[in-house]
């Protein structure tokens, strides 16, 4: 064990954790192999079993502990109310009939060994869950999460995710510890208490408090009212007997219900990215490489059962609700892993005295089953993506560089930037200041798609009142640039900011996209050439009187309008009170 004499025993540890997790996913990474597959392997190999680098695991897992909180945070800010109703049937029908057979399947297998029933339905709700995290990073990785086999793979996540509050509160009945009808109730009783009270504070006193902490202005404020929030919900449900993991994922949908919902992801995304990074090593240092090696053809056959089973029940369940054949066999490859939601609930089990299989070694078993399909799932998933994609001409989208159809698009078509679905070769607009205003009413007039980003709290309110959408947040935030479509934009406005906001708005869009044409304004001819002379700016409109005739020439002609229909878009615009006047 290497050992600083002067620091903590936790700072110790996280140090090493952190050093080797950053190694090798850095090297996992390079092999075209996602980061969380990386943390897995390094976990491993300074764990116990491995080095022994860290042989303290507690220490670790408390760590552990707020990454799964800020996981399933985040994922909850995600996994919105909103876009839970949209899928409503997809998720209801095809998530009840996954879970449910995936658990009756593996239980009535489990129970056949002789295993009470208890242990073996809690065998089954393990199997039944998938790894939300990786599979999400993978359609992430291949834009395809709103592709058909991503929203069949996302419907059947959700549906996952919110069962595992059913799943959490029935561990206790299935451990023995709620045994008469009261219990029951009490346990049902307050489940539902949980859910309406969600369901209120989300809809009312919470997107209230945020929009008003996020009038202040004050970046450090706002992060410390969204982590109040998680850890808040968190602590509250704990004080009901319910996990804390859980807390935070119905903190996140509280918190999803916000106009602000994107810029509070922003801005825990670095937190999460870095404690759960943490989770996931310390699930890697879980393994017991011995046991692996001791006992290696029965994990490979566990694993290749767990995969039949999964892609059977999955496959099923998207076929259930009308989806394409193809659909559905990528779907289940997609889906055939165990996710990190089974170590909350296994967790859970251990409390109440509840082990996979009921066996001895049950825990360790599950760990090595879990782990090898968590490493080789994005491969699986990938393969299953490139198989709908071979399958489905649906799948392939616009390719760039071609001229923009103007038919293509029309404004009550106009994508919602709240919803966060990828757009192909539109417009962002950085800020919503006079200029902006009369740019987007241009971009409509000629049915070009668009995406505006905003912190101000007035712009908000005044897209607001005129039908439009904002998307709240820093586009400085990684998060905030992939769901304003940075990488697949054809052009990038910022022309109501000051030179130096234009600068570091133009370095972040030429990281995401090399290709993106960038068209800001500047009041000082000066300014203009310094931020024209590096070559970050395209183009910089300087003229006070022509403004905005050219930023508008400009923005539409990227997008090959023709010249008639261009004046024609620029005069209606000029001329009408679809924006408020700005002194010149």
């Keep these: 064990m290497l050992l600083a004499a002067s620091a903590p025993p936790l700072f110790t540890e996280l140090a090493i954790l952190l050093v080797a997790g950053t190694l090798i996913a850095f090297v996992s990474t390079r092999l075209g192999v996602v980061p969380i597959v990386g943390f897995l392997a390094a976990g491993t190999i300074i764990g116990p079993s491995g080095t022994g680098l860290i042989s303290d695991i507690d220490l670790v897992n408390q760590s552990a502990d707020i990454g799964v909180m800020l996981l399933l945070f985040t994922l909850g800010i995600e996994f919105s109310l909103e876009r839970v109703r949209r899928l409503a049937s997809l998720f209801l029908v095809g998530g009840a009939v996954q879970v449910g057979l995936t658990t009756g399947i593996v239980a009535g297998v489990v129970a056949a060994f002789g295993v009470d029933w208890r242990t073996a339905v809690f065998t089954g709700l393990l199997v039944s869950l998938s790894s939300t995290a990786i599979v999400l990073k993978v359609l992430a990785e291949r834009r395809a999460t709103t592709s058909p086999v991503g929203n069949v793979s996302v419907a059947l996540l959700i549906f996952q995710d919110l069962a595992i509050v059913a799943m959490v509160l029935a561990v206790p009945l299935l451990g023995g510890e709620i045994t008469g009808p009261a219990d029951v109730l009490i346990a049902f009783a307050k489940a539902a208490g949980i859910v309406v009270a969600v369901i209120v504070v989300a809809r009312t006193l919470v997107p209230a408090v945020l929009r008003y902490v ?227 009413s241009a971009l409509e007039l000629a049915h070009i798609p668009y995406t505006i980003v905003s912190l101000d709290p007035e712009a908000q309110r005044w897209a607001a009142s005129t039908g439009r959408r904002v ?53 000082d001819p000066a300014d203009a050439a310094d931020l024209e002379r590096d070559g970050l700016v395209d183009h910089v409109v300087a003229e006070r009187q022509a403004a905005h005739d050219a930023l508008i020439a400009h923005a539409l002609g990227h997008f090959e309008l023709p010249e008639p229909d261009t004046e024609a878009v620029t005069h209606a615009v000029l001329h009408s009170e679809l924006s408020p006047d700005e002194d010149s």
């Design 471 to 523: 998307l709240v947040g820093d586009v400085s935030r990684h998060v905030i640039a992939e769901r304003a479509g940075l990488r697949d934009a054809r052009i990038a406005l910022s022309v109501d900011s000051p030179p130096s906001a234009v600068e570091q708005f133009a370095r972040i869009a030429r990281e995401h996209n090399p290709d993106i044409a960038v068209l800001a304004w500047a009041a």
């Design 214 to 440: 996020s009038r202040i202005q004050s970046a450090e404020v706002f992060l410390l009212t969204v982590l109040a929030i998680c850890f808040g919900t968190a602590y509250a449900t704990s004080l009901l007997d319910v996990s804390i993991s859980l807390g935070a994922f119905l903190a996140g949908l509280m918190v999803s219900e916000s106009r602000v919902a994107a810029r509070a992801l922003g801005e825990v995304m670095p937190l999460q990215i870095l404690f759960s990074a943490t989770f996931f090593v310390s699930i890697g240092m879980l393994l017991d490489v011995g046991y692996l090696v001791r006992n290696l053809p029965l994990v490979i056959g566990l694993a290749v059962a767990v995969v039949v089973v999964k892609m059977l029940a999955t496959a099923t369940a998207a076929l259930v609700v009308r989806q394409r054949r193809a659909v559905a066999i990528s779907g289940a490859i997609v889906l055939a892993q165990i996710g990190e939601f089974s170590f909350v609930l296994e967790r859970a089990g251990q409390d109440v005295g509840l082990v996979p299989a009921g066996l001895a070694d049950g825990t360790d078993a599950f760990i090595a089953v879990t782990v090898l399909l968590m490493a080789f799932s994005p491969f699986g998933a990938r393969w299953g993506q490139s198989f709908a994609a071979r399958s489905d001409a649906d799948l392939s989208g616009g390719r760039r560089g071609r001229p923009y159809d103007s038919n293509a698009v029309r404004p009550s078509e106009q994508q919602d930037p709240g919803s966060y679905e990828p757009l192909q070769d539109h417009a962002v607009v950085n800020g919503f200041g006079p200029r902006a205003q009369r740019i987007v």
